[in-house]
Structures are given as structure tokens and as C-alpha cells.
Nanobody, 123 residues
Framework: QVQLVESGGGLVQAGGSLRLSCAASGRTFSRYAMGWFRQAPGKEREFVVSISWSNSTYYAHSVKGRFTISRDNAKNAVYLQMNSLKPEDTAVYYC?????????????????WGQGTQVTVSS
């Protein structure tokens, strides 16, 4: 089993920044890709970004240039730095662990999920 715990969400004004963290436990973290997804009220869960075991990254178009994913294998953690936040970024953000070393944009590829952390961006 893999446990994922997100933290770092909160309320921020448009144009501001937040840094989300995801702490992982339960398996060899460094071998697997990790991803961030988000779900806004009344909408489907959507892909935000993924990072492979070798630190290759893949961003959704809507966040490219504003968000940055990183991982620290020594700490079994993955981070999401979010800059230039917009009200449309408001959502619950979920950390997810992939079944392999390369992560794509589809939620069904990810076997484990955190409980989510709320990000609210006010205009």
C-alpha cells in the first residue's frame, strides 16, 4: 500500500503563489512517476502535471509556465509550486502515484491518491 498526504493548500489572492507538498510512504518512491490532479466544484477531475522517475515533466496547457513540479526522492516527497494563480485554479488538488516510472495525463494510470488539499484563489 502507498499512503499520500498533501499539504500546503489555502486561500490566496489572484496573482499570488502557493506551494503544495505531497508526502509518500509505503513503496520505493524513486521508481515511480507522480502526478497532480485537481477537481473544481461541479467539474471532472483534471490532470495538472506529472513527473517521471527520471524527472521528466509533463504539464497541462492551462498551467504551463506558471506551475512547477519537483520531487525529492530522499524525502519521498513531491511538490507543486504554483505562481501567478488565477481564480480558475480554484480546486481540490490531489497527489497521485503512478503504476510505473512514466506518468501520463489519465487518472486511471494512477493507483494511489491522497485525500486532497483545497486551493482557493480570490479575484
Amino acid at each position: 500500500q502507498v499512503q499520500l498526504v498533501e499539504s500546503g493548500g489555502g486561500l490566496v489572492q489572484a496573482g499570488g503563489s502557493l506551494r503544495l507538498s505531497c508526502a509518500a510512504s509505503g513503496r520505493t518512491f524513486s521508481r515511480y512517476a507522480m502526478g497532480w490532479f485537481r477537481q473544481a466544484p461541479g467539474k471532472e477531475r483534471e490532470f495538472v502535471v506529472s513527473i517521471s522517475w527520471s524527472n521528466s515533466t509533463y504539464y497541462a496547457h492551462s498551467v504551463k509556465g506558471r506551475f512547477t513540479i519537483s520531487r525529492d526522492n530522499a524525502k519521498n516527497a513531491v511538490y507543486l509550486q504554483m505562481n501567478s494563480l488565477k481564480p480558475e485554479d480554484t480546486a481540490v488538488y490531489y497527489c497521485a502515484a503512478h503504476v510505473s516510472g512514466w506518468g501520463g495525463p489519465h487518472s486511471y494510470e494512477y493507483a494511489y491518491w491522497g485525500q486532497g488539499t483545497q486551493v482557493t484563489v480570490s479575484s
